[in-house]
């Protein structure tokens, strides 16, 4: 049984509407009053030069690159870890993966009896005890404190027990699945896991089992679009975490065939399964931002584009960034982000100051005037004042930790990094690539930036809240079996 402590979920909770109609209990605003809407659209293992306003000649993405040019490119938007759980874990609570034990090797890794002893995987496979406590307030909960409608569709991949699931983290609606759509028998990794059938969930219900992979895209996108359209009236956090370009890759048959045409007609880009999915999701995309202007709110909407972590494997690329997923080099957590508020956020600006994705929590609560939880840390800050006014990054210091362990820090230009006990010191102004090491000659700098690691360890760990588990966790998928 899970241990709760809930005191300020449960005020929160009172503030909340019975069934999803979204109604606020708090007097509705005049006309021109609305508090803006809210979307993030994440990607999955999409890397820094994966969009063509970023400068991937691979992929073609004209309707994110119109985005950029109506709102602004963020050429140094972070997410606070290398690797899916723990970085969305950090978007949903504002937190340092570590604060909210959700970064193995903490306790939460997995160990399997037939692999080699000491090998451990990440939390949040399936049939997983381990996932994010119900304890923690999300930026959904955040969101429906103040009246919003809120909807997920796509990939959550913060466990997978009920006690878990998106519905029990603040979303009304959800759609989607339940961790990443290789986790399942066909997994590379098969015979270490014993993985059931993959399922696809409606709010908590079973109502597929491996669904067609080429069409995962089309309908989450689908949903959101009815979302959308459905909300019209109200104000929405509408988050879309789309599975690809993770693999097993994949596009429907309709976009193959609709990117094979504008390749035909003298696109520059690859050809390439990879650069065919990053189009659908280009579409996808284009397809909110089109619903958003049909319904007459684009205007009152924030809409924010970003992904988990660096690209996986040879797929993707991070140039110029060095690094891929699972790295602490700029190329595993330094995401290609873009953000759009009509009005408000000057298009085809470029702002390169320090932001993370843990600053979306605290910048949207004080945006919408919600509460944050004053029982707790957070760590991200409010960046409303960098998006709109240019002012500094809030951050001081920026950690960049990897199964559990820290491995560097950014202050201002420079990042320190420190892997089994060599050290190196970039300028990321100068050398965003991290090719030139600068320790010797700014011996002051890294033992400034050795003191701040050391003083972060010692606080996260002190001050870390406990993951959530359940005993004898059971598969999803049974549920559609025992039907």
Not at 117 to 122: A, W
Not at 387 to 412: C, I, M, N, Q
Request: include cysteine.
């Amino acid at each position: 049984m899970m241990k709760t402590n809930q005191i300020f979920k449960s005020v929160l909770v009172l503030l909340l509407f019975a069934g999803t109609n979204c109604t606020p209990k708090t007097e509705k605003k005049e006309p021109g009053e609305k508090s803006p809407n809210l979307v993030i659209i994440f990607t999955d293992d999409q890397g820094y030069g994966d969009l063509s306003c970023f400068g991937g000649a691979h992929v073609y993405t004209p309707n994110i690159d119109k985005m950029a040019e109506e709102g602004a490119m963020l050429t140094s938007f972070y997410v606070a870890a290398p690797v899916c759980t723990p970085s969305r874990a950090a978007l949903m609570t504002g937190c340092y993966p570590r604060r909210v034990s959700m970064e193995p090797p903490s306790g939460l890794a997995v160990e399997l009896p037939n692999v080699p002893p000491g090998k451990r995987f990440p939390v949040c496979l399936a049939a997983d005890g381990n996932g994010l406590n119900p304890d923690e307030i999300t930026i959904a909960e955040i969101a429906q404190s103040v009246g919003y409608c809120t909807g997920m569709f796509g990939k959550w991949h913060l466990g997978d027990q009920p006690e878990f699931l998106p519905t029990r983290q603040g979303f009304e609606e959800y759609f989607g699945l339940p961790y990443s759509h290789d986790i399942s028998p066909r997994h590379a990794r098969q015979k270490y896991f014993n993985f059931p059938p993959l399922p696809l969930l409606e709010m908590e219900e079973v109502i597929e089992l491996d669904p067609d992979d080429d069409y995962l895209t089309r309908r989450i996108t689908e949903r959101a679009v009815k979302f959308i359209k459905d909300h019209k009236n109200e104000n929405f956090f509408l988050y879309v975490p789309h599975p690809i370009p993770h693999g097993p890759l994949a596009a429907s048959p309709e976009i193959k065939e609709e990117y094979a045409q504008v390749l035909a007609n003298g696109v520059q880009a690859s050809p390439e399964l990879y650069s065919t999915a990053i189009y659908e999701i280009d579409w996808s995309v284009g397809e909110i931002l089109a619903a958003l202007k049909e319904q007459g709110i684009d205007e009152n909407t924030i809409v924010l584009f970003t992904s988990d972590n660096g690209p996986a494997g040879k797929r993707g690329s991070a140039k110029p960034l060095s690094g891929r997923k699972t790295q602490t080099l700029e190329g595993g957590m330094r995401m290609p982000t873009v953000i759009r508020w009509p009005g408000k956020i000057k298009g085809g600006s470029q702002i390169d100051k320090l932001l993370t994705t843990m600053d979306l929590l605290p910048t949207f609560a004080k945006l919408i005037g919600a509460e944050i939880p004053n029982d707790r840390i957070i760590d991200g800050k409010d960046i409303l004042p960098v998006l709109l006014d240019g002012a500094d990054s809030p951050h001081e210091y920026f950690f960049y930790s990897h199964w559990g362990t820290l491995e560097a820090v950014r202050w201002k230009d420079w990042k320190l990094r420190i892997i089994k006990g060599e050290e190196a010191l970039y300028n990321l102004k100068t050398d965003m690539g991290e090719q030139i090491n600068l320790k010797d000659q700014y011996p002051d700098i890294v033992a400034q930036l050795k003191k701040a690691m050391q003083e972060f360890d010692a606080e996260v760990t002190k001050n870390a809240r406990p993951a959530g588990h359940v005993d004898n966790p059971k598969a999803l998928a049974l549920q559609l079996n025992k039907e």
